[in-house]
């Protein structure tokens, strides 16, 4: 019984724990010739920590990031428009966590070495596509000598993230991933605390936001921690952007005289960006929820399934979901297309529609309704909008993404017992 994991993100690191907790032969295989900690902040919702938590994984989480205490909406004249606690703190039996997507893959992927074995992640592997051999699959790796590896397994999984192979060859018609007109750029920078200390602070209005969250805690010797920012512009999609990716380096001009003004006392736009590392650009995009995940022995997990735009941060929570959900099906139908088929069923029609609720501005719509009845410029948001209504607007988001508080709360575990087949 062996499976084989392409891609080595969060996604195929969470795949590979989960096999081990249940007992199923697992074999990652990376694209990259040496995994690196790249990217900058991502965050953790209860849902993921949960599961993570079950991986036996809460000492090394809470070594990594910032435990998550606030969510807050801003509007652009830099003031609240709406605040509410998060993680412990809202009632969640797990916590939230604010995390460098890099450093969480670094000890997921030490975890799988330490656990799993040394050899168990092979990089310099690319994925290039797959065949059913009747009982089995075989899965053609390209490799870093210019060669390629078949490698037999009784299924592939496709965790090989927004440009993945696994569903070029499901979906060979697709092209590439679908540009709304946003672009976000990213990068992190030492800064005071604001807010809680703990806060994921949205600011701004449909076209022009501004994300701020800490991934580190404060150093009492200077008072700063490593702070999170995310600066988005909305654009005409028919003016087309560069192929989207994660590791596009640009200078902050690209974007800052936009933010000249933002300086809001509490939080200085221009000079958290001018003390960034570097600057990455993403131009926000997405696929169309996919008619099916599967194709006989082979499923596509995490972003591969099913990339969204990144508005309600469930991106890395959703993946780390798949692969215990997966996990949960071979433990009841053991590495067979049937396991495959339980995990799209539970899965897939939910997330088909959080993929179109995310383009429709998911939880941030509630800043776009403030800017259209005020442009964003009042004193009491009260005479803007009920609290009653945002909440009721929350609470229906919470729902969908799968963190409404008392539904998780009360759940089953995932995988219960967790016996080895
Ligand atoms: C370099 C990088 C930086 C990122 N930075 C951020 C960020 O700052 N903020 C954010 O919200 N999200 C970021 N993301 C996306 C985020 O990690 C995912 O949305 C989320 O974690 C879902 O994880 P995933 O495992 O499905 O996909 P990913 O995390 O994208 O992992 C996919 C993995 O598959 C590998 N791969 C790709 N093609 C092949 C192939 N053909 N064969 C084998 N392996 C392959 C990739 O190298 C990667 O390691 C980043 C992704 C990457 C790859």
Known sequence: MAVIVAGGGIGGLVTALTCHQIGVDVWV???AQELQPLGVGINLQPNA??????????DQ???LGVATEEWALVASNGREVWSEPRGLRAGYRWPQYSVHRGELQMMLLAEVRKRCGADRVMTGHRLVGYQQTGTRIRARFDTRDGNHRDIDGDLLIGADGLHSAARRQLFPDEGEPIWGGAVLWRGTALGPPIRTGASFTLIGNLNQRF???PIG???PRTGLQRQNWIAELTFDPDRGWDQAGWNRQVDPSTFLPAFHDWDFGWLNVADLVGRADGVWEYPMVDRDPAPTWCDQRMALLGDAAHVMYPVGSNGASQAIVDARVLGAALVTHGPTPEALTAYEDALRDDISTLILRNRGAGPIGILGVVDERCGGKFDDINDVIAGAD????MADYRAAAG???EQLNNAEPTIAGTPPL
């Open 29 to 31: 295989y990376e694209s």
């Open 211 to 213: 994300v701020h969250y």
């Open 61 to 63: 989480l809470a070594g």
């Open 217 to 219: 805690q404060t150093d």
């Open 49 to 58: 920590v949960r599961e993570l938590f079950d991986l036996g994984l809460a």
């Open 403 to 405: 963190f409404a508080i």
């Open 390 to 393: 945002i909440e009721a607007y």
